[in-house]
């Protein structure tokens, strides 16, 4: 089995740690490099970090962007991706991804509702469900929703696309350990 991630941030901190503790092999993907079209990474997961849409966060939304059709080819091939929230009021945070998302950025706690069916709601079994922190929701989307504040607001839902998955939420918690390491973890790479 492999276990590794890209981890698309302009540098390494304490995300970039979480994962590394969790024994994932973490590859910093800089948006020079993510923009760059030489670039061929083999990853099993893509995890793009909350406030990529917020430039007084992060500048990796230009090169976002800019691959796009190859984020999309990766995730066709068996590739996951992983995208929290963008962090701004700005409307094209998401349209880099091959299906329509409309994010609406505001901080809360809430309580939130789970589809234990599905294993990736397993990303907040290290916290308490019922005060969990989120950084926005989503009101339109194409995938199926998986977790819900208690006033029925998406805050994560997955799409599934070819032989890959988008995973994306506005959940403002790091994904529990035991998630993580299954999400990031796949019998092969996948070139990006």
Not at 80 to 106: Q, R
Not at 139 to 161: A, H, N, S
Not at 162 to 183: R, V
Request: hydrophobic share 35%; charged share 25%; proline share 5%.
């Amino acid at each position: 089995m492999k276990c590794k991630a890209g981890l698309a941030l302009d540098c390494t901190g304490p995300f970039h740690r979480y994962l590394e503790d969790c024994e994932i092999q973490c590859e910093l993907i800089t948006p020079q490099i993510l923009g760059a079209p030489f670039f061929r990474g083999n990853l099993v997961t893509m995890v793009i970090p909350t406030g990529f849409g917020n430039r007084m966060y992060s500048n990796i939304l230009p090169a976002l962007k800019a691959s796009s059709e190859r984020t999309k080819k990766f995730v066709k091939k068996g590739g996951k991706i992983l995208v929290f929230g963008a962090m701004s009021t700005n409307d094209d945070c998401y349209d880099w991804l091959p299906f329509p998302v409309t994010y609406k950025h505001e901080y809360f706690t809430s309580a939130v509702t789970i589809d234990r069916s599905d294993p990736q709601c397993g990303i907040i079994d290290d916290y308490d469900e019922k005060n969990i922190d989120c950084d926005g929701y989503f009101t339109e989307f194409d995938g199926v929703p998986l977790i819900k504040t208690e006033d029925d607001k998406v805050v994560m839902f997955c799409k599934e696309y070819a032989e890959g998955m988008y995973l994306i939420t506005s959940l403002h918690e790091y994904p529990s350990k035991k998630f993580i390491s299954s999400f990031c973890t796949a019998e092969r790479e996948t070139l990006f």
